[in-house]
């Protein structure tokens, strides 16, 4: 059974930093496409990041140069660190593993976390 969990979001002020950390247990994440989504209230789920096998990574335009995918094997556990935060980056930030498709399409991704609330102050 595929478990994803997230952590590490919170509120912080515009131009601040956070780390989120999203842990696996079912699956083995150095060997999974492995994305991170958001969803502010309103709006449609949308790509932020993902990671593939190869290591090659992948950003939306709103986040490159600010947001780092990164994994760990040995804890298998991918992270997204975030500077320079700002206000449209508040949303609930979800961990998702890849099945097939296109990376940045939430139709590609089959397992999902619970989600994590990031909220960026102005």
């Known amino acids: 059974q595929v478990r994803l969990v997230e952590s590490g979001g919170g509120l912080v002020q515009a131009g601040g930093s956070l780390r989120l950390s999203c842990a696996a247990s079912?699956?083995?994440?150095?060997?999974?496409?492995m994305g991170w989504f958001r969803q502010a209230p309103g709006k449609e789920r949308e790509f932020v990041s993902a990671i593939r096998r190869s290591s090659n990574t992948y950003y939306a335009d709103s986040v490159k140069g600010r947001f780092t995918i990164s994994r760990d094997n040995a804890k298998n556990t991918i992270y997204l660190e975030m500077n320079s935060l700002k206000p449209e980056d508040t949303a609930v930030y979800y961990c998702?593993?890849?099945?097939?498709?296109?990376?940045?399409?939430?139709?590609?991704?089959?397992?999902w976390g619970q989600g994590t609330q990031v909220t960026v102050s102005s």
């Open positions: 079912g699956l083995t994440v150095s060997v999974n496409t």
């Open positions: 998702a593993a890849f099945t097939g498709g296109s990376y940045y399409s939430t139709d590609a991704y089959d397992y």
